[in-house]
C-alpha cells in the first residue's frame, strides 16, 4: 500500500532504525530490505526539502548513533541513496540507547 500525503506538508520525521540481528534472525537479509523499502516509500511520501520535510535516521543495535540529521540531505534522492546504501550492523536489540540520540536529529 503506498504512503500519501497531501502537497506541501512540513514535518520533520525521525525514523528509528533497528540493526540487531534479530531483524534477520527468521527472514534473512530480505527482512532487511523490507525495511529499507518501507524507509524508502515513507522518504517518497512526503515533499523533501529544507524548507519542506526533513527525515533524520538513528540506527541502533548494541548501542545507538546518528546515521543522518534533518540538515543532512536536501533532497529525495539523496536520502534515499544514504538509506538504499545502508547495511545491518547486527548485535543486540537496546532500544534504551537510542533516547539520547534522537535530541541530535
Given at each position: 500500500?503506498?504512503?500519501?500525503?497531501?502537497?506541501?506538508?512540513?514535518a520533520d520525521i525521525g525514523v528509528v532504525l533497528d540493526h540487531?540481528?534479530?531483524?534477520?534472525?527468521?527472514?534473512?537479509?530480505?527482512?532487511?530490505?523490507?525495511?529499507?523499502?518501507?524507509?524508502?516509500?515513507?522518504?517518497?511520501?512526503?515533499?523533501?526539502?529544507?524548507?519542506?520535510?526533513?527525515?533524520?535516521?538513528?540506527?541502533?543495535?548494541?548501542?545507538?548513533?546518528?546515521?543522518?540529521?534533518?540538515?543532512?540531505?536536501h533532497n529525495a534522492r539523496q536520502m534515499i541513496y544514504a538509506?538504499?546504501?545502508?547495511?545491518?550492523?547486527?548485535?543486540?536489540?537496546?532500544?534504551?540507547?537510542?533516547?539520547?540520540?534522537?535530541?541530535?536529529?
Amino acid at each position: 500500500m503506498p504512503l500519501c500525503v497531501d502537497d506541501g506538508v512540513i514535518a520533520d520525521i525521525g525514523v528509528v532504525l533497528d540493526h540487531s540481528t534479530s531483524i534477520v534472525a527468521r527472514g534473512g537479509y530480505a527482512s532487511w530490505t523490507i525495511v529499507l523499502g518501507f524507509v524508502t516509500q515513507l522518504i517518497n511520501a512526503f515533499p523533501i526539502g529544507p524548507q519542506l520535510t526533513r527525515v533524520g535516521v538513528v540506527g541502533f543495535s548494541n548501542k545507538a548513533w546518528l546515521q543522518f540529521g534533518f540538515s543532512r540531505y536536501h533532497n529525495a534522492r539523496q536520502m534515499i541513496y544514504a538509506v538504499q546504501h545502508t547495511s545491518i550492523r547486527g548485535g543486540q536489540t537496546n532500544f534504551a540507547q537510542v533516547h539520547a540520540h534522537v535530541d541530535c536529529l
